[in-house]
């Protein structure tokens, strides 16, 4: 079964609209000039939302071969929530992928497995796909029971979905020590998480929905070290944080194939 490769870059709270133009412009030409083919990975950027307008005019005016995304998303349709943004708002501006539940969500904004359950359905109904992010702290690996906290985490989070919507998912595993630490989990470390996570989606729904699943690596995702994170049987992906603000390197990373 084969599964395109997903290349995200999470810029975090960085990069204003007006730099958010300059990076998406050096990432197209460096991609054009190293003869990207979108047909082998998936390119995804990731920006704040004040940027989000700004990318959708400078990919749709050259029809840059990357798609974008947003970084949280409300469970509200409309009304009195201060501050935050709907599923519809996101798809008026063209969003394909939302990151739901990502560990900075969760520490700073007490994000539970069910509200990133109930998010990753709130963008699935709205047409969009959900990044829906797990991992665990050092502390959890240091004991070993890494593996069993994060299919604990899958299991409350995929609880609301459906089959059919699980397997047009992507879950991105991201140890927490190795997220802009510079530390970054092995290779047989990621497999190891990653395959767990299949195993556990095939025997909460079946192996058809387990195969089409995408799962990605993240944490500290560099150039030198994206291929052989990627030559793990069940890594369909990176999330990239630092990496994925500087052109250059996230060409490299999406173009990990070359
Ligand atoms: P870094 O690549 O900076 O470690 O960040 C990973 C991450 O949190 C992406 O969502």
């Keep these: 079964m084969a599964r395109t490769p997903l290349m995200a870059g999470n810029w975090k709270m960085n990069l204003d609209h007006l730099e958010a133009n300059q990076l998406i412009q050096k990432l197209s030409f460096t991609l054009a000039d190293a003869g990207y083919d979108p047909s082998q990975s998936e390119a995804v950027v990731i920006p704040p939302f004040t940027d989000i307008r700004t990318v959708q005019t400078a990919i749709d005016a050259d029809s840059v071969p990357l798609k974008y995304g947003a970084q949280n998303v409300s469970t509200h349709d409309n009304g009195a929530f201060t501050g935050d943004i ?38 699935l109904d709205a047409g969009m796909v959900p990044i829906m992010c797990c991992g665990e702290a050092l502390d959890i690996r240091k004991e070993g029971t890494h593996v069993d906290f994060v299919l604990g985490q899958i299991s409350q989070m995929l609880a609301p979905l459906s089959a059919q ?41 079946d192996q058809t929905t387990a195969d089409a699943v995408r799962i990605q690596y993240g944490g500290s995702v560099k150039a030198s070290n994206v291929r052989d994170i990627m030559a793990q049987p069940d890594v369909d992906g990176a999330l990239v944080g630092g990496a994925s603000l500087k052109p250059e390197e996230f060409a490299k990373i999406i173009m990990f194939y070359a």
């Design 165 to 205: 919507q699980v397997a047009q998912s992507v879950i991105a595993y991201e140890p927490i020590w190795a997220i802009g630490t510079g530390e970054v989990a092995t290779p047989a470390d990621a497999q190891e998480v990653c395959g767990a996570i299949r195993r556990h989606v095939a025997e909460l729904f």
């Design 86 to 123: 709907s599923t519809a708002m996101l798809v008026k501006l063209g969003c394909s992928y939302v990151v739901v539940g990502h560990s900075e969500r969760r520490e700073y904004h007490g994000e539970t497995n069910e509200i990133v359950g109930e998010k990753a359905k709130k963008v």
